[in-house]
């Protein structure tokens, strides 16, 4: 039999247990009730608040023994270590458990909380990673003894200071945005330094986008009328003219100059372009094939719900930014993106399962219609259609 954790992923369960299971009032096992808390958290646009504020109050001492066990689920560790999410007393479970990865560490050592960098300095595993102890030095929060606690460590050469920090720019508001995302990712940022810019469909496809002012076209379904012919019999086939894909001399002026720009930078200026840069600019490095390029763009206090809408019905993105966006609540609340990310073939299809549930009626037609998504997402959203509909005929 099924895990309940794995019928709550399918929306396998009613009303009444949706919401039990909010409140922590289902009959399984705490740590298993927790791995669902954690699911309703973050992806359940209904009981996500709910399930929120059940976690916060949980029993500490079951916490703190999924905090400490490197068997627990990836998410529910990424979850319990996150800045907004960390209750104090789990802290030093979470630093030395090895399933925690080094990146949450490097996001814990941005915080500006006394105790959390406290905890850090006492901790065995923070100390044996150099990137961890040279974003803590970067962090201005830090007292002088704390200072000179952090100085007394010693190890292996640490990160550079240069690859933590960028330098500081007025004028804009955005500098501790990126400065966060920088410290956060900076181990990985120091191994894909030197990657260039390499767009998902590559150049040639943004040239064909810039020349004709809309994606290059799909051809059209063959019907079985016009495979036919008005007569039955079997018609010629059309003659298909391939769609005209300009030169690169043939890119508007404008485009290639923001693309020159962006080909001149390391991974380090793509990010600091992707979150202060222009609206053109983020919509060309959200296809950067670097993860934390793309990643970067939906973390610009500039992008708007608008181009977020459109970003989640492209095919031509890393499926790890179509998993980002649901992760957002801003993101999250709006119907037209979740509803995109749903009908786009590109979202993994366990993303997309998770975020049926909340599709209108008149949308779960459409998708049971839709080719492009997969047989699993039509045939469900086939079965909630008529679900539903025959619930409002019995209103």
């Not at 703190?64 to 990424?78: C, F, G, M, N």
């Not at 007393?89 to 458990?97: G, H, I, S, T």
């Not at 900076?186 to 496809?205: M, N, R, S, T, V």
């Not at 998993?323 to 299809?349: D, E, S, W």
Request: charged share 25%.
């Amino acid at each position: 039999m099924p895990r309940m954790i794995e019928l709550i992923r399918t929306s396998s369960v009613p009303s009444n247990l949706m919401q039990a299971a909010a409140r922590g009032a289902l009959s399984v096992p705490p740590a298993e009730m927790i791995e669902i808390l954690v699911y309703l958290a973050q992806h359940n646009k209904v009981f996500a608040e709910k399930a929120r504020m059940t976690l916060a109050g949980w029993d500490e001492g079951a916490c703190r023994a999924i905090a400490h066990d490197p068997q627990s689920p990836k998410e529910v560790l990424d979850y319990l270590v996150a800045p907004g999410n960390l209750r104090p007393a789990l802290l030093p479970a979470l630093l030395e458990n090895a399933s925690v990865p080094e990146v949450a560490l490097l996001q814990l050592a941005a915080s500006k909380s006394g105790d959390v960098i406290e905890c850090m300095l006492q901790s065995p595993r923070v100390s044996q990673h150099p990137g961890v102890l040279s974003a803590l030095a970067e962090n201005p929060s830090l007292s002088e003894k704390q200072t000179a606690v952090l100085r007394s460590k010693s190890g292996p050469a640490q990160v550079p200071a240069s690859i933590v920090a960028l330098p500081a720019e007025t004028g804009d508001g955005f500098d501790e945005a990126v400065q966060a995302f920088v410290a956060e990712h900076a181990a990985e940022i120091a191994g894909l330094a030197d990657k260039p810019y390499q767009p998902i469909g590559g150049i040639e496809e943004i040239a064909a986008s810039e020349h004709t002012g809309q994606p290059a076209p799909t051809p059209a379904p063959i019907t079985s009328a016009a495979a036919t012919g008005s007569s039955g019999a079997a018609a010629a086939p059309a003659k298909v003219h391939p769609p005209q894909v300009p030169k690169k001399t043939d890119v508007l002026p404008e485009r290639g100059t923001v693309l020159q720009k962006i080909a001149k930078l390391d991974i380090k200026g793509r990010i600091q372009l992707a979150m202060k840069g222009t609206k053109e600019e983020r919509s060309l490095l959200v296809r950067d094939g670097t993860k934390l390029v793309a990643l970067a763009v939906l973390e610009s206090p500039k992008i708007s719900d608008g181009e977020v809408e459109k970003i989640a019905s492209q095919k031509n993105v890393l499926e790890s930014v179509l998993r980002a966006i649901p992760m957002k609540r801003r993101f999250a609340k709006q119907y037209p993106i979740i509803r995109n990310l749903v009908a786009n073939p590109r979202t993994p299809i366990d993303l997309s399962l998770g975020l049926l549930k909340n599709i209108l009626v008149a949308d779960l037609r459409n998708l049971a219609a839709n080719k492009e998504v997969s047989d699993t997402i039509r045939k469900l959203a086939l079965k909630m259609f008529k679900q539903k509909t025959e619930d409002s005929k019995n209103r």
